[in-house]
């Protein structure tokens, strides 16, 4: 827990960003997702299982990070009774439900009032992450409700939760192709998440957790619609494909850093005790600071409010 938490003082982004102002997170909040990559190895996780995991890599990889974004259910008991959370590194705590809501097939956003930023706070975490999933773009049939509006009133009275307790909001948007269409096309994916963005600039979030429009052109669009600091998601994409999305995503867009997950550590699931150790010591932990070598310099710190 950082010293103004434990003041009781309105905490900042520098709880979870270096002293550059820039952001080397590592995110671990997977609960359904991370079953499905114990599965696809062809192991049944217990809870246990995926307790360990997480247990492991935030210890060998926090030392290295500027901040870890943990789940409530598995990750953040978990990692603070095992002592695995290195002090320098903060903590993000995902506050979202588990399980998306829904309307004819699409997601639809809601908030679990109970998981607020007092109960975050409560937890020692140094921001409140909330995941949302978003697409603009999607038809809005007559007698049917918004669910575009919606999701930005949610984020709003997160925001404004936030706020008030003086925690950071760290917002996440996934884009989604609406119903009646299979695939989005690279122009309507650039298109979905730069109109997201935009809408969810306006409730004034510390930062966006978003994803890569797909091109430096696409990163330039971006940067132009922001008021608050981003950081690149790495859906899960090879690392070596995300070293250079998070060069284009600083250099073009502005960005203030990233916040990965699977690209770092993927391989880590279903490896034994020993063979994992050695995974995150000579593989995702250099991973980890090549990535931070390749923000430096070029990261804009977040005290930019979102411009370079």
Excluded: H
Aim: hydrophobic share 40%; aromatic share 4%; net charge negative.
């Amino acid at each position: 827990m950082t010293t103004a938490a434990v003041q009781g003082e309105p905490m900042t982004l520098s709880s979870i960003a270096d002293e550059s102002g820039t952001f080397a997170i590592i995110a671990f909040d997977q609960r359904n997702t991370l079953r499905r990559m114990f599965t696809a190895v062809g192991i049944e996780a217990t809870d246990q299982d995926m307790r360990d995991v997480k247990v492991e890599v935030t210890k060998a990889l926090t030392p290295d990070a500027t901040g870890i974004l943990l789940d409530p259910q598995l990750g953040v008991g978990a990692v603070m009774g095992a002592g695995a959370l290195d002090s320098s590194c903060g903590l993000l705590i995902a506050a979202e439900p588990t399980d998306r809501g829904d309307f004819d097939g699409e997601p639809r956003s809601y908030r679990m009032p109970e998981q607020n930023a007092a109960w975050v706070k409560s937890l020692g975490g140094d921001a409140v992450k909330i995941l949302v999933m978003m697409n603009p773009q999607r038809e809005v049939r007559p007698g049917e409700p918004d669910i575009t509006a919606e999701t930005v009133g949610v984020v709003q009275s997160i925001v404004d939760d936030c706020r008030e307790q003086g925690i950071p909001s760290v917002i996440e948007n996934l884009i989604f192709a609406p119903r009646g269409v299979d695939q989005l096309t690279p122009e309507q994916r650039e298109r979905a998440i730069i109109s997201s963005a935009e809408l969810l600039t306006a409730t004034k979030p510390d930062i966006l957790k978003l994803e890569y429009p797909g091109s430096a052109q696409g990163c330039r669009k971006l940067s132009g619609v922001l008021t608050v600091p981003w950081a690149v998601l790495s859906a899960g994409v090879d690392f070596d494909v995300f070293e250079d999305v998070i060069r284009v995503s600083c250099d073009d867009g502005g960005a203030s850093g990233f916040i990965a997950g699977r690209s770092v550590w993927k391989e880590a699931v279903g490896l034994n005790p020993g063979e994992r150790a050695t995974f995150l010591s000579e593989t995702a932990r250099p991973r980890l600071i090549k990535l931070r070598e390749a923000i430096a310099g070029r990261a804009t710190p977040w005290q930019n409010g979102g411009k370079q």
